[in-house]
């Protein structure tokens, strides 16, 4: 795994080993950031499920100014911080090794607001909605954010959940994005 463009194209990122972490393919990543390039550089990035942070870390590498990562597995959050030192985001970049739900809590808490979010859970266990209706109780995408949800082609999340709302959804063989924004300006 590889991070594609930007600052530290080319740097190999390492990853825990065994099954229980499931990193976003570079052809996905790749596709995800050619849609959101605009909205990247200058970016807040909110990055929950992170395994190994590569999602994260290549939005940094395309300028994000600032990326907070979550991850429950202390295992797999040292192989993030591993993999920001070394593209040398460890000054932009914050991990949370926390279960998302209280992530979440803690964010809104602190106000947090960010441009970008991606939501990258198990597959086919039901964590997209409760993560998404828990972002949006707490404020935590601005008001004309986006919100992309990787899932599996054929579990794909709701066109609507609260306010957010799906206005574009791509596959990628048995990987599905799909990309949220409020459904009324302003948020």
Same mark, same amino acid.
């Given at each position: 795994?590889?991070?594609?463009?930007?600052?530290?194209?080319?740097?190999?990122?390492?990853?825990?080993?065994?099954?229980?972490?499931?990193?976003?393919?570079?052809?996905?990543?790749?596709?995800?950031?050619?849609?959101?390039?605009?909205?990247?550089?200058?970016?807040?990035?909110?990055?929950?499920?992170?395994?190994? !942070?590569?999602?994260?870390?290549?939005?940094?590498?395309?300028?994000?100014?600032?990326?907070?990562?979550?991850?429950?597995?202390?295992?797999?959050? /040292?192989?993030?911080?591993?993999?920001?030192?070394?593209?040398?985001?460890?000054?932009?970049?914050?991990?949370?090794?926390?279960?998302?739900?209280?992530?979440?809590?803690?964010?809104?808490?602190?106000? @947090?607001?960010?441009?970008?979010?991606?939501?990258?859970?198990?597959?086919?266990? !039901?964590? @997209?909605?409760?993560?998404?209706?828990?972002?949006?109780?707490?404020?935590?995408?601005?008001?004309?954010? /986006?919100?992309?949800?990787?899932?599996?082609?054929?579990?794909?999340?709701?066109?609507?959940?609260?306010?957010?709302?799906?206005?574009?959804? @791509?596959?990628?063989?048995? /990987?599905?994005?799909?990309?949220?924004?409020?459904?009324?300006?302003?948020?």
């Amino acid at each position: 795994m590889r991070i594609i463009a930007g600052s530290a194209r080319g740097r190999t990122l390492k990853s825990p080993k065994g099954m229980s972490t499931r990193p976003t393919t570079d052809r996905v990543r790749e596709a995800l950031f050619n849609i959101l390039a605009h909205q990247v550089p200058d970016s807040k990035f909110l990055d929950l499920f992170s395994g190994t !942070g590569a999602v994260a870390i290549e939005a940094l590498s395309r300028g994000a100014a600032r990326a907070v990562l979550v991850e429950k597995d202390r295992s797999a959050a /040292t192989i993030i911080l591993n993999n920001l030192k070394l593209c040398g985001f460890s000054e932009k970049a914050q991990v949370l090794v926390l279960d998302v739900q209280r992530a979440i809590q803690t964010l809104g808490k602190k106000k @947090e607001v960010f441009d970008l979010i991606f939501i990258d859970p198990p597959y086919k266990h !039901g964590h @997209e909605v409760p993560t998404m209706e828990g972002i949006e109780r707490q404020g935590l995408l601005s008001p004309h954010g /986006t919100l992309v949800v990787e899932s599996n082609k054929s579990d794909l999340p709701p066109d609507l959940v609260g306010r957010l709302a799906a206005y574009r959804r @791509e596959k990628y063989g048995d /990987t599905a994005l799909t990309f949220y924004r409020y459904d009324s300006p302003g948020g």
